[in-house]
């Protein structure tokens, strides 16, 4: 991304407990997208998978991935990841619990936590992202969602 305050407009998004999907690469070349939680860091974006889980396995075969993170309301705005990921044995915890904090709140993110088993730090740069924001483009009274 040539401007990382194209990031920092869409702040309030990245902080949120916003959908996002993990898209990961078998063997074959076929794709398969997952939900997952995520941070913004600054640098990167983070997701931690669960050592058994089978994006790992896609991803310690093949690291290209991409994460797409989006509002489910207007203005519809959301950043999409498209990278080799990294995979950080380090931290894992403290991630986990970062980030499950923004989805479940501190106490139920604690016991979350520590209820799951090993994980892995799948990380994407930041100068990967690009942003995309709808709001030029919808009309006024779609702005505000209604019956």
């Given at each position: ?116 088993g090993e994980g892995m730090?799948?990380r994407l740069p930041a ?21």
């Amino acid at each position: 991304m040539d401007h990382p305050s194209e990031l920092e407009d869409l702040r309030s998004l990245l902080d949120a407990p916003a959908p996002a999907a993990l898209l990961t690469y078998a063997s074959d070349g076929s794709a398969d997208m997952s939900p997952v939680w995520f941070r913004y860091t600054g640098d990167a974006f983070e997701v931690v998978v669960a050592k058994g889980d089978a994006k790992l396995r896609r991803l310690m075969l093949d690291r290209r991935a991409v994460l797409m993170i989006f509002e489910t309301d207007a203005p519809f705005r959301g950043v999409k990841i498209r990278a080799d990921a990294e995979l950080d044995e380090a931290g894992v915890d403290a991630a986990r619990r970062r980030i499950s904090e923004r989805y479940l709140g501190r106490e139920t993110a604690r016991a979350f936590v520590a209820a799951r088993g090993e994980g892995m730090v799948v990380r994407l740069p930041a100068s990967a992202a690009r942003a995309w924001d709808l709001s030029a483009i919808l009309p006024a009274v779609d702005r505000v969602r209604g019956p």
